[in-house]
């Protein structure tokens, strides 16, 4: 793995959950919390995608909730990464095939991380979460080479 | 009096000076253009990147979502539906059908009011 090197800013989260069933929204909120406490981080989650730079993205995603998670992911600003949390949107999972699932998101939106389990950790989400950091920072350069 | 003070204008509670205010007119655009460029520059203008943040749905045209002046008469406009949809039909906003409402209801009047005698 690895090193994240500038640590420029804090990374935001912005957390979309699909068709959950609340075990990885759990999860993640217990990364939250005081014995894992990912804010000491500078990892936080916000309320808009306008102001994130990681997705978590959680559920196999219904039919009706396609066009508004595309949407999520093109208001973030770049560069940005995805994470999925857990089994259902990672694969489908139990709702593999199911009629009414767009199938598993990366058929909707680019997938940068996949943390599978059912639930997984938070150990896993936040090991997750910080590959997507490091994925940030290369994209950042990327941006930076273009720029000079 | 240097060219400067004859373009002072003195009142009682101060002064205005053009010279001075575009002094700070240039000072203010610098720190606003020093403030613009560093934002970031990788946006992507007309796509959702610049669109408020509605939950995922999609932002409707403003237009189709606003509670215009308009609607306080709601009421009447649906009680007196008959007489309004008439109305309407005969207000299209082309200038040269209300000029010949005008002059169409000129030669009617002035048929009843001379025309007779």
Request: with cysteine.
């Amino acid at each position: 793995m690895g090193k994240l090197t500038n640590f420029k800013r804090s990374l935001w989260v912005f957390h979309a959950s699909g068709g959950s069933c609340n075990a990885c929204d759990i999860e993640i909120i217990a990364a939250l919390t005081p014995r894992y406490d990912v804010e000491r981080f500078g990892i936080k989650l916000v309320g808009s995608p306008r102001h994130a730079d990681v997705l978590l993205v959680t559920g196999a995603i219904p039919r009706d909730f396609a066009d508004k998670l595309r949407r999520i992911y093109e208001q973030m600003p770049d560069p940005k990464a995805v994470v999925v949390i857990g089994c259902c949107g990672t694969s489908g999972g139990v709702f593999y095939d199911s009629y009414n699932i767009a199938g598993p998101i990366d058929e909707i939106i680019p997938v940068d991380v996949y943390v599978p389990g059912c639930p997984p950790r938070p150990e896993a989400i936040i090991d997750g979460v910080v590959k997507a950091w490091l994925k940030i920072e290369k994209l950042e350069k990327e941006l930076e080479g273009k720029k000079g | 009096m240097t060219w400067i003070e004859s373009l002072t204008l003195n009142s009682p509670s101060g002064f205005w000076n053009p010279i001075v205010w575009l002094a700070f007119l240039i000072v203010f655009a610098l720190i606003g253009y020093l403030i613009y460029s560093r934002g970031n520059r990788s946006y992507k203008p007309n796509t959702d990147q610049v669109k408020p943040f509605l939950s995922g749905n999609e932002v409707e045209d403003v237009e189709e979502i606003r509670v215009r002046a308009g609607d306080i008469y709601w009421g009447f406009i649906e009680a007196l539906k008959g007489y309004y949809n008439a109305l309407m039909r005969m207000h299209t906003g082309d200038v040269r059908d209300y000029i010949l409402w005008y002059l169409g209801l000129g030669a009617v009047i002035l048929f009843v009011l001379v025309g007779g005698v």
